[in-house]
């Protein structure tokens, strides 16, 4: 398992290796301690089945990563561990595609067990947070302009009911990048679950009936 770890502090980095080490027991990890660094990693040949990305640097901050990477339309399965808990900081970063928030607070335990339910195509957010976020303003209404060519191309083959490692092998990705892409679309769409995104996007002509 290839992980980026982006987080300015060697101490952490450490620690989560061994929370790593728990889900696979040789965690392929690579450091970025400045988001340009990470940027650099993630706009490289080099692919990457998680990121975890700290919201507090030096420079440009984590949000700064995850906004360049909704634009250029890099998918990998981003997991935000920060000890910065803005709600609507967080809010901002799930509508460009993070599938979790993970406080630093954390145990090892509690955090294995979330990184566990995201690496499984869940989105973790904890209950207090969601409930900050749920109280802002509603979530913006869908728009067929905020899905990427390759986020339709996978919508078209979840309404076909494949799976997600069909969609990889017929897309020719891996299938944590899937995972990140149904977990994105269902954001964007408000969407429950996979049936529920497949309706909203027939019903929207996202996708044929």
């Known amino acids: 398992m290839k992980i980026l770890v982006v987080d300015d502090h060697q101490l952490f980095i450490d620690g989560i290796w061994h929370v790593l ?3 696979h027991p040789q965690p392929d990890i690579t450091e ?21 990305i700290d919201l507090v640097m030096p420079g440009l901050n984590g949000l700064s990563i995850i906004q360049r990477m909704h634009e250029q339309g890099i998918w990998y399965p981003v997991v935000v561990v920060s000890g910065e808990e803005c709600a609507r900081t967080i809010k901002t970063a799930l509508e460009m595609g993070i599938l979790g928030f993970i406080p630093k607070s954390y145990s090892s335990q509690k955090m294995l067990a979330a990184l566990a339910c995201v690496l499984s195509g869940d989105t973790y957010i904890p209950p207090g947070i969601q409930k900050q976020i749920d109280t802002l303003k509603p ?8 899905i990427t060519r390759r986020q339709r191309q996978v919508l078209e083959l979840m309404a076909r009911g494949y799976s997600n ?22 954001l964007e769409l408000n969407a429950v679950n996979r049936t529920d995104c497949v ?10 009936r």
């Open 165 to 186: 490692r069909q969609i990889a092998t017929a897309l020719f990705l891996t299938e944590h990048t899937v995972k990140a892409h149904v977990g994105s679309l269902l």
């Open 21 to 23: 080490q728990k889900i």
């Open 199 to 208: 309706h909203i996007a027939r019903t929207r002509d996202l996708i044929e």
């Open 139 to 146: 979530r913006r209404t869908p728009l067929a302009g905020n």
């Open 32 to 52: 970025a301690s400045r988001a340009e660094q990470a940027i650099a990693q993630l706009e490289s040949d080099e692919s990457f089945d998680l990121v975890l």
